[in-house]
């Protein structure tokens, strides 16, 4: 329930993070100015009694995220792929949060696994290991077909975590709810839009049936991408609380020391990941939306592995082919079409300064060609692009949410492979291929066929529709203007079926 309880619970929130010291590890982190500080310690610092105490073994960051619970954990997850953001250190301790947990015991899984598939782990499995990964939703154990011998990673739902993530998420509409009423201007960042993204990614990651549905999907999207690698699901022993997959042989993508002792060129790999990333986000419009190091691997032959499809992000080809043009423009340092572009899609009101919106793109722009990748700060850039869109009146837009997040973790993925990896360089031959496919004239061809498809399955209604127009038309009397606009219309209408119908020939003859 939504309701002011959650005061509390955000009050809580603060409170463990002064009670185990990370208030201050994120203040310095993010280099919050004197006045913030101030202000945030001490609305804190009296309650700090209130704060869960954690693990005091824990660093402090990892410690309060890992007390406050798995929503909490989710968002240490994408800072501990920003080093650039957060700091080497920091970035490392948070690692944790990735896989290493601490785990529900065997037997509570073995019960899940008996609830979920209607036959005991004896039955189903020859081998069931300890846990060997726990993450703030699941945990996953090593195992044996007893059928055919296949090892398999078995993967089950923490007991409890869907309540916990209700709790969190409550308490996160709270908070936008409040923002928005006490500060009018965040509208238009849409805080509760944001959460209520967050919250139907969720809801689908906490049923394993849809992860399992999303991953073979994705398996069937990358069967041919060179160096890339998918677990089949073994559908048969998958549930809504247990999936069961391939087993994923290979060093952690995030353990650079293993990496260089297997021999594999972590430069190459840094790369890689970025185009596959942008490959998949392009050219499919579904991509795997949670590239941290915690859910890839190396395997012997240099390939990558990916595993935990639980969030999944998809955008439709119109929105990709935008995105593209983004890209292709602050590439092409084309500030003046990137903002164009901008105002097209309706990301900026109509009525801001098309130019004006130009020149402070370039300052955006500017700043990372020509300078090592080592230099570039994303902290600062994000902030920028932050002031940019408040100054030019953006609106967040949701359906970019995870594009956008996921494009920020695979980015600081690669340069923890290799700090010298640069995004621009990278993405320039991906995004100039699929401009050169989606937008050229080939593209609007296909463009022309799919609606010639659409208006031949309308066909058969299309007679009844123009009886109806003259129908009324003869129950009310038209003036001669309205007439004219009618048999354009019509006119129009009937010349597009034709010129669909001749390109979808067209076509299909060639």
Sequence with gaps: MRGPHNIIRLIRTGATLERSGAMKVVLDAFEAPKSMRVVLRGLTWPFQWLGIKGDPDAPPLPRALTALGPAYIKFGQVLSTRPDVVGGDLATELRVLQDKLPP?????AKAEVQS???????????????????ASIAQVHRARLAETGEEVAVKILRPGVEKA???DIDAFYFAANTI???SPGSRRLRPRDVIEHFDNGVSSELDLRIESASASEFAANTVNDPGYQVPAIVWEHSAKRVMTLGWAEGTPIGDNDA????GHDRHALGN????LFLNHALRDGFFHADMHQGNMKVAANGDIIAYDFGIMGQIDEYTRRVYAEILFGFIQRDYRRVAEVHFEAGYVPADQDVDEFARALRAVGEPIFGMDATRISMGRLLSYLFEVTERFGMATRTELILLQRTMVVVEGVSRSLDPRVNIWDVAKPVVSSYIEKSIGPRAVLGDLAKTARVLSR?????PGIVEGVLMKQ????MRPRDNFWLWITLAGGIGAIAGAVVVTCALWLM
């Design 104 to 108: 529900f015991d065997v037997a509570t």
């Design 116 to 134: 979920e598939l209607g036959r005991s782990v004896g039955e189903i499995f020859s081998e069931f290991s300890e846990p060997v990964a726990a």
């Design 165 to 167: 993530f209700r709790k």
């Design 180 to 182: 928005e009423f006490l």
């Design 259 to 262: 990496l260089d002792a297997a």
């Design 272 to 275: 890689r990941v970025l185009e």
């Design 458 to 462: 309308f066909g058969p209604r299309l």
């Design 474 to 477: 003869n129950e009310t009397p």
